[in-house]
Nanobody
Framework: QLRLVESGGGLVQPGGSLRLSCAASGSPLDGYGIGWFRQVPDKEREGISCITSDSSTYYADSVKGRFTISRDNDKKTVYLQMNNLTPEDTGVYYC????????????????????WGKGTLVTVSA
C-alpha cells in the first residue's frame, strides 16, 4: 500500500524559493501518478500540479512558469520546485498518488486517490 510523506515546507520571503519533496514507501512509485494540492483556510483545496509515471506534467495557471514538478522513481520521491513565491502561495501542500494515471491534466485532481500525505506548511511572508 502506497504511503506518502511531504517535507520541505517553511517560511520564505516573497520572491524566494522552496523545494517540496513527496517521499513514497510501501509500493514502487513508478506505477503512480502524483499530484500536488494546496489548502488555504476557508478556500477549496486546489490542485496545482501533477506528473504521470512517464513524467508528463500539468500545471494550474496559478503556478505555471513558477513551479516545476519532477520525479525520481529510484529515490521514490516527487519534487515540487517553487520559485518566485508570493503570499498567495501560502498554504498547506499535500501530495497524493493515483495508480494507472495515463494523462497529466486537470481531471487528475478529481480522481479517488490511493494515498495522501499529511501535508507540509508553506508560509510566504516578509
Amino acid at each position: 500500500q502506497l504511503r506518502l510523506v511531504e517535507s520541505g515546507g517553511g517560511l520564505v520571503q516573497p520572491g524566494g524559493s522552496l523545494r517540496l519533496s513527496c517521499a513514497a514507501s510501501g509500493s514502487p512509485l513508478d506505477g503512480y501518478g502524483i499530484g500536488w494540492f494546496r489548502q488555504v483556510p476557508d478556500k477549496e483545496r486546489e490542485g496545482i500540479s501533477c506528473i504521470t509515471s512517464d513524467s508528463s506534467t500539468y500545471y494550474a495557471d496559478s503556478v505555471k512558469g513558477r513551479f516545476t514538478i519532477s520525479r525520481d522513481n529510484d529515490k521514490k520521491t516527487v519534487y515540487l520546485q517553487m520559485n518566485n513565491l508570493t503570499p498567495e502561495d501560502t498554504g498547506v501542500y499535500y501530495c497524493a498518488g493515483h495508480a494507472s494515471t495515463v494523462k497529466a491534466d486537470p481531471w487528475f485532481f478529481y480522481y479517488d486517490m490511493d494515498a495522501w500525505g499529511k501535508g507540509t506548511l508553506v508560509t510566504v511572508s516578509a
